[in-house]
């Protein structure tokens, strides 16, 4: 009997408890939270941190042929002469090492730590897309939020307007010509509203792409990013930190590099090897095992005289690549001037725009509360209230967008620049370090003492 009462009791406690849960206020996500969610879960991030460690490796594999290659050979050989047949197996140990080179390695480590810069900056330039993604993302579910709720103004108010002229009609104060045409606006009205809902889900699904969440409640965007003092400004910090130039520069280098390569596979290398394994023989004629231990030492150096045009083309083929790095950095930085200077353009037209959209909102306010009146008193049509009525409404609908678009703008300013990373924004979070992994590779490790802190460097980066 006790434990029914106690039963009962916790009932009505714990659907107290749950209603007041329900009732908790639901925390306005801020486009900084939009950013993080997004910069923890991107798959392309993820996609070229492991492009970048591949890089990281390759800097290893280069430093690698510098090192000793130690291996051992089995063989088992079977020789027949004129009815003597003799076994041979043997069982060998051996090391091969290049002493010189006159360059190439050098050359080879140098290219790969140049292309894990370029990498990089190319991760940089991903980070930033990702961000910029996130920023149009939540401006627009913002703007379709805010485009869904001035369709339903214009629908209840139109909705009045439709129900006016009805009672009006039916005193005889208007025809039904003017009734056809509120209920004409009414259906245009309610087709409005349908279409931006359709775009508020389209924006909901895009939001959830680029953070991998719905989004529930926004808040107002902050306040608009500091700018450069000018134009000019933007532009030499844009030349100086934007990812795109420092990957091409890092490419340009890793070019001029390659050449330098491609002359030294013309010198000549020196190699050194040792060996030291075990064999026996065996021949029918002596019907006994031969063991013997062999041991050998040798130091070779060679070099290519012709190679059928196969280096010269090669020595050829590097400083194509090498121009074509160079132009491709000019390029990039041309590139990278006209897009600071749209998304400056762009700046100074949102604001324009929203200077004279308020101006407009205004001017067709007045206008539709005259015409109102006026139609009250028999001299304005239903028509001409409807028209005043659309046109405050395209103002109003103008406007959301051109704040969107300076928002936008602002960021795509920052993005242009090199300055969109969690980092420069400050956004508090842990940012993926680019040079653990390298640090740990380095030295082309093998051991498994090496092997754990790679292990433990990958989990400290979120990759196992």
Sequence with gaps: MLRKMLKDLRRPVLAAVLAGASALPVTAQTLADTMVDAYRHSALLDQNRAVLRAADEDTAAALA?????????????????????TRTTSIALQAQITLYDWGRNAFAIDIAKETVLATRAALVGVEQDVLLGAVSAYLDVRSAVEQVDLQSNSVRVIGQEQQAATDRFE????????????????ASARASLSSAEGDLEIAREAYHTATGKYPVKLSAPPPLPKLPANLGAARDIAQRTHPLIVQAQRQATASELGVGAAEAERNPELTGSVGIGRQRSNANSLLRDEYDTVGSASVQMSQTIYSGGRLPAAHRKAMAQRDSARASLLNTSRQVNAAVANAWASIDVARAQIRSIDEQILAAQKAYDGVREEATLGARTTLDVLDAEQ???????NKITAEANLQLAHYQLLSAMGLLTVENLKLGIPTYDPSAYYNSVQDAPFTSRQGKSLDRVLRAIGQN
């Design 65 to 85: 042929q510098l090192r000793p290659v130690i291996q051992w050979v089995a063989e088992h050989t079977y020789n027949y002469n004129s009815g003597l047949d």
């Design 171 to 186: 005193v005889g104060e208007i025809t039904q010509t003017d009734v056809a045409q509120a209920d004409a606006a009414l």
């Design 391 to 397: 046109s405050l409404l395209e103002a109003r609908a």
